[in-house]
């Protein structure tokens, strides 16, 4: 099912406010686009905004755009089970307005605060500037600073919260406490240890023994810790440049190149790629580092409704039939940019509905699998693999090595041309340094046992946990009547929560119950679509999803969360099996 | 937090009741109102869109590379990064790393970063906020407080991502920033990110920044609202990573308390080899 977009008013209106309030980039996005020369804006949807303007059909936004796909066959061998489609199931119209509501009430109590701390009728905890710099412009816009005061530190103990340990399917806490109400916090020195549903460590290689780190651990005897020196000035290490050839033959394309950090793979390379005449066609939900590299590259930039082939289509042909509104000249490329799973949403990206649009209209995919290299498909292939696409249709591949991999950096695989291209002229390569060699090492042992080249069946068996715990960790979840986004294979689980006021009560009470969760709201998502994140790992046991999924049932039952699926009667009778 | 903000409305009856209504009335207001569409471009059929995208012929992604090309056709350094390095078996003097102290293969640094790894783990598998901040980073960030006597440091995991993202965290649309003319390519990324107004003024001379401080400070008595709500910033290098050079500091300091300009100063070259005690330019 593709994403409905919510049709009431508010939600446009909200989200206007705020965006003319905020500098975020998630929201500052659409600022330029208007202020640029206001190309056409019609029926185009903002990133972060689920309002789209036409009065498009219901229909449209109900068609089912993934091909091959059956629903559930529970019970199979994992292997030969058939693709798992994307669900977006909507509350009522009446529940979204309770949760504006909320945020109705939450801004006006911030601003009641504000007006109380101004007249010092209450204790203000507020960080001031040096008594110097008094007179200077203030630092913080109004709102923004708001908002951060009145509500986000209010339940600030629910993020950033510290580890002092690895983060594998267990971590320490450091405990921490606060007298201020979230300003400051205080560190008595002790730790706990909780269930981790929140890391980005798919395939359990977040670990502190075991060949990864004794081969990163030898490599700094080899090589040392850094080069100190750009790419291209002999800075490339023989660590570096091994990992490159191993991660093109993984994902069977003829050339690949590294970076060290993802965030930057994607905001300095994609401006290498596009330039002014060029237009950008990017998925409504994608992660800030692309929206970054689109901006730098100053090329035009459309947004097509998340995962849907038929606003995406509408979009290439206006843009090839129009051409670009600002020179009247037909555009001379056109990039689409879509991830493979989205880290907010948990769906998949419907690959060979892309890759078909694209061949059909001439344009290139720039793939981000940040979230599903390792994660998805039979070998850890990504998405690719996972719909049995060829990697040689998808122009640029690009993916991190923060998640799976348990180690940090990025790539972008393709083409030998492409990449010759990106060595080039991507600035990075002047003027940033390469990966340091035990990081490049842990990536390399880690992307060896994927791919068996170890001798044991390891990383199989890491695939294989990996699928049948977010599969069942997903059923569980429906069963017990929460409403989760996504596809059943993906191991991003979204639980949604609605209320921004709920994030708070879902991280503390999961935290007393030993479990720490990703609890995430506005601006990262949808006003009305505040999210506990869970994200599953193959080093998680069935012993220790199911304490979580205890606790969510306990925490469910407090809140009225876990009574607004209404597909609940779906999965009552449902036999779920690991 | 909702069940504390609903206490206080059941405490304060006639209060909670005013609200509720109003809130009532205002979100529902919001909720009927629409917003009209408006079209007004030439319209094209479906048939002439698809022969217009039957012509049209998309650039290549990319142009081809000459192959020759020496980032291409790299040479590996064997080993460490010390004083000498070996290429392909022969021995040569390091004159390419910014390893100014000397660090590289330093015994004591290496063994800390093995434990580490077997303590933690390679990666962080997380961002800062959910579960990525790891008690290290919070000594580290206390230490560098306190090297620099400010409040509080920050740090990001990749160099060149830094300046390009502090800058633009500040420095939104409608403010100004006066950049020197030879800062380094992170920086100006930052500047694009941030969108402010940028005035570039001539590397490391003064006089030219003072006239635009000036031009500004006449602007902000034309318009003293606006000027209200435009913040200033310079931002400068310590030591330039383009061409070597210092900058003048004191001089700017002048100017960011003469003219309330806050100053942004990228020490990444001059951080550990400037000044007795290698806190930079500071
Ligand atoms: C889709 C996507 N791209 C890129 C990144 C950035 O990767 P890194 O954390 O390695 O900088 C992320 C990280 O969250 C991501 O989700």
Request: charged fraction near 25%.
């Amino acid at each position: 099912m593709s994403r409905r977009v919510n049709p009431i008013c508010i939600d446009d209106f909200m989200n206007r406010q705020l965006t003319e309030r905020t500098d975020i980039l998630e929201c500052a996005w659409h600022k330029r686009q208007q202020e640029d020369g206001g190309h056409s804006e019609d029926e185009e949807t903002k990133h972060r905004d689920g309002h789209a303007r036409g009065d498009l059909e219901e229909e449209e936004y109900l068609a089912p755009p993934a091909p091959r796909v059956k629903t559930f066959s529970i019970g199979d061998d994992w292997k030969t089970r058939e693709r798992s489609p994307n669900e977006f199931e909507h509350i009522s119209r009446w529940r979204a307005l309770t949760v504006y509501l909320s945020w109705v009430t939450l801004i006006m109590f911030a601003y009641v605060r504000e007006f109380l701390r101004n007249w010092g009728l209450e204790t203000s905890h507020i960080k001031i500037e040096l008594g110097k710099q008094k007179h200077f412009v203030p630092l913080f816009n109004d709102f923004e600073a708001v908002y951060q005061r009145n509500c986000y530190v209010r339940v600030r103990d629910v993020f950033e919260r510290p580890i002092g340990s690895t983060p594998g399917a267990k971590v320490s806490l450091l405990d921490r406490y606060t007298e201020d109400g979230g300003w400051t916090f205080k560190f008595p020195g002790t730790q706990t240890e909780v269930i981790n549903v929140g890391s980005y460590n798919y395939l359990g290689f977040a670990q502190n023994k075991g060949p990864c780190a004794d081969a990163a651990s030898t490599k700094i005897n080899d090589e040392g810790l850094a080069t100190c020196s750009t790419v291209h000035e002999n800075g490339r290490s023989i660590s570096q440049a091994r990992l490159e050839a191993l991660v093109a033959k993984f994902l069977g394309v003829n050339d690949a190149i590294c970076f060290s950090m993802g965030f930057a793979t994607n905001s300095m390379n994609a401006p290498c790629l596009v330039d002014k005449h060029s237009l950008i066609i990017s998925d409504q939900y994608n992660h800030a580092s692309l929206i970054l590299g689109c901006r730098l590259s100053g090329a035009s930039t459309k947004v097509f409704k998340h995962n849907d082939m038929k606003s995406l289509e509408k979009i290439l042909r206006d843009a090839i039939a129009y051409g670009n509104p600002k020179t009247y000249r037909p555009y001379k490329k056109i990039l689409i940019i879509v991830e493979g799973i989205y880290s907010m949403e948990g769906s998949i990206s419907n690959l060979p509905g892309i890759i078909e649009l694209k061949k059909k209209y001439g344009a290139y995919l720039y793939l981000d699998e940040a979230h599903s290299i390792g994660a998805m498909g039979r070998s850890g292939r990504g998405v690719v693999e996972y719909w049995g696409c060829d990697p040689n249709d998808v122009d640029i591949l690009m993916g991190t090595f923060t998640k799976s991999f348990g180690s940090a950096g990025g790539y972008i695989a393709g083409s030998k041309k492409v990449i010759d291209h990106l060595r080039v002229a991507s600035p990075t390569g002047y003027y940033s340094s390469p990966m340091s060699p035990p990081i490049a090492e842990q990536i390399y042992k880690s992307m060896s046992i994927i791919m068996g080249f170890d001798g044991t069946n390891d990383g199989e068996a890491r695939i294989e946990r990996l699928a049948r715990n977010s599969r069942y960790f997903r059923l569980r979840l429906k069963q017990l009547g929460y409403i989760v986004y996504g596809s059943n294979d993906s191991p991003v689980v979204p639980v949604l929560i609605y209320y921004p006021t709920m994030c708070g009560f879902y991280g503390r009470q999961m935290l007393a119950r030993g479990i720490g969760v990703v609890v995430v709201s506005f601006p990262a998502t949808d006003m009305t679509e505040a999210r506990v994140r869970f994200c599953v790992s193959a080093a998680h046991t069935k012993e220790q999803l199911d304490t979580v999924l205890n606790a969510m049932k306990e925490v469910g039952r407090e809140t009225w969360c876990s009574s607004f699926s209404s597909h609940k009667q779906l999965y009552e009778k449902m036999k779920i099996e690991w | 937090m909702f069940a504390t903000l609903l206490g206080i409305f059941g405490e304060a009856s006639t209060l909670h009741y005013a609200l509720e209504t109003f809130l009532i009335a205002a979100v529902t207001f919001l909720y009927f109102r629409r917003r009209e569409v408006k079209d007004s471009r030439v319209k094209l059929t479906e048939k002439q869109k698809d022969e217009l995208i039957a012509e049209w012929k998309p650039e290549p992604l990319v142009p081809d590379t000459p192959q020759d090309h020496p980032v291409l056709n790299p040479r590996f350094i064997d080993g460490k990064m010390t004083k000498y390095v070996k290429i392909e078996g022969k021995e040569y003097l390091n004159m390419v790393t910014s390893n100014f102290l000397g660090f590289v293969g330093e015994q004591r640094i290496e063994d800390v970063a093995k434990k580490t790894i077997f303590k933690y783990g390679v990666g962080s598998c997380g961002p800062r906020g959910f579960y990525g901040t790891v008690d290290v980073h919070l000594d580290l960030e206390k230490e560098l407080a306190q090297f620099f006597g400010c409040e509080e440091a920050v740090l990001y995991s990749y160099g060149f991502a830094t300046i390009a993202s502090a800058i633009p965290a500040y420095a939104k649309r409608g403010d100004v920033i006066f950049v020197d003319k030879g800062v380094n390519f992170a920086i100006q990324k930052g500047l694009q990110a941030s969108r402010a107004r940028v005035e570039w003024f001539e590397h490391n001379d003064m006089e030219d920044l003072e006239r635009l401080l000036e031009l500004q400070a006449e602007k902000d008595k034309r318009d003293s609202v606006k000027a209200g709500k435009t913040r200033r910033f310079m931002v400068v290098e310590g030591i330039y990573a383009n061409s070597g050079e210092i900058c003048p500091l004191q001089k700017l300091m002048e100017f960011k308390w003469q003219h309330k300009v806050r100053i942004f100063i990228d020490e990444s070259y001059s951080f550990g080899v400037l000044g007795k005690t290698g806190r930079g330019k500071l």
